[in-house]
Every structure is written in C-alpha cells, then in structure tokens.
C-alpha cells in the first residue's frame, strides 16, 4: 500500500564504510528525488531522475552515487562514509509537475 | 536563483490562538508555493499548494506576489498542529525542483 517506501528506516554504520539506501514508489511518478536532512531540520535536494535520466545533482560529493534501474526506483548509495553523513535522507516522487509524495525517511548514523 | 526564507525558527502559542507562519520567496518568474508538515519523526506531508487555494486542517494561505509572501495561517490553534512547517517553492525550470525553506517548528501550549 505504502506509496514510497525506503529500506532499511535506520542505518548505524563505522566511518569509511559503504552502504545504500532503497527507495521505490508504486505511484506511477516520472521524477523520483533524493533530500537530506541534517541536524538543524535543514531540507537540501541532492539529486532527481526522471525517467532513469538523471537531471538534477546539486553539489553532493561523488562519494553519493544514486542508480535508478527503472522509472520506480531510486537508490543511493554511498562510499567511504564520513561522521558529516549522518543525516536523515528522504526519498520522494512526483510527476513532472505538481507536489511531491515523501518516504518515510532513513535515519543514517555513522560512528 | 530561487530562495524561501522562514524567519521563525520556532513558534510557540496557546491553544486557540491565531497562527501565522512566515514565509518569503525570492524568484524571478512565476512560482508555485507549497506548504508541507511533518510531524515528530514521521514524513512529510503536503498540507497546501497555493494553485488549490483549499483549506487544509484549518489552514490557509494565500500568495501574495507583491510582498512574496506565502504565509500560513489558522484562526485557532490545536494541540495536534505542534509540528515543523515547511514552505516550499518550484520555479518553472529545473526539473521540478523543490526549494525547501529552513522551517519553522509549530509548538502549542495547552
């Protein structure tokens, strides 16, 4: 039923590992995108694919990498983890225009 | 560029009393605003988009483009409305790019 779901909710890894985040919508949307959310509740966009094609990628360290294999899902996954990562990184589609429909999220804590 | 500025970081009033949060954009063109909510550790949530001009909740908002504003509103407070407020805004480019202002954290008192 979920609309957006992201997998795992909670991630507590070492620095300098590598992880991914899963993230699929069964909406139908063409956009699927990528927030973070750090300590201060600060939202800042990190990528945004459309149709597998990635079109936005703000300045996020090419240790972030998102793959998208089909238009439902958007993963991320991330290298060489650093104490700054610990965030909580939503999730969420929308069609091309109009509002977006969030995840529940995924808590990253490095230690 | 576009930019959302919400002064109040935090908002804090009594049951039954009016509320207003602030929001502010910066664009050159013709945006589309939103409001979204999130409650304590759970998502976001759409509340209002300002093309719908419906009353969410109680809440309204209206654009104001000659004072960019997008203020959110509700004439009585209630006790479930304590939540972090977002305001957003789309430009007509980028791929529908949500800008997300810093938020302001809605707490009321009983």
């Known amino acids: 039923d979920t609309a957006v779901s992201q997998t795992p909710k909670y991630l507590v890894t070492q620095m300098g590992n590598d992880k991914s985040i899963k993230c699929e919508q069964n909406l139908g949307h063409d956009t699927m995108y990528w927030y973070k959310q750090d300590s201060k509740k600060f939202l800042k966009i990190m990528f945004s694919?459309?149709?597998?094609?990635?079109?936005i990628n703000e300045t996020v360290p090419n240790r972030f990498s998102p793959k998208s294999p089909d238009k439902a899902h958007l993963n991320l996954h991330i290298n060489s983890l650093e104490l700054g990562d610990s965030a909580v990184y939503f999730c969420a589609s929308s069609l091309n225009i109009g509002g977006y429909t969030f995840g529940s999220g995924t808590r990253l804590t490095v230690v | 560029a576009q930019r959302v500025t919400q002064p109040e970081k935090l908002l804090s009033v009594f049951k039954g009393a009016p509320v207003e949060l602030k929001c502010n954009y910066s664009?050159?063109?013709?945006?589309?605003l939103f409001w979204y909510v999130q409650y304590s550790r759970q998502r976001l949530q759409l509340l209002l988009r300002h093309i719908s001009r419906e009353s969410i909740k109680g809440f309204t908002a209206d654009l104001n483009k000659g004072e960019t504003s997008f203020h959110l509103k509700k004439p009585f407070a209630q006790e479930e409305d304590s939540a972090m407020y977002y305001c957003?805004?789309?430009?007509?480019?980028?791929?529908?790019?949500?800008?997300f202002g810093t938020g302001t954290q809605l707490k009321v008192e009983l």
């Open positions: 664009y050159s063109g013709s945006p589309e």
């Open positions: 957003a805004l789309r430009g007509t480019g980028g791929g529908n790019k949500l800008t």
């Open positions: 694919y459309n149709n597998k094609e990635l079109i």
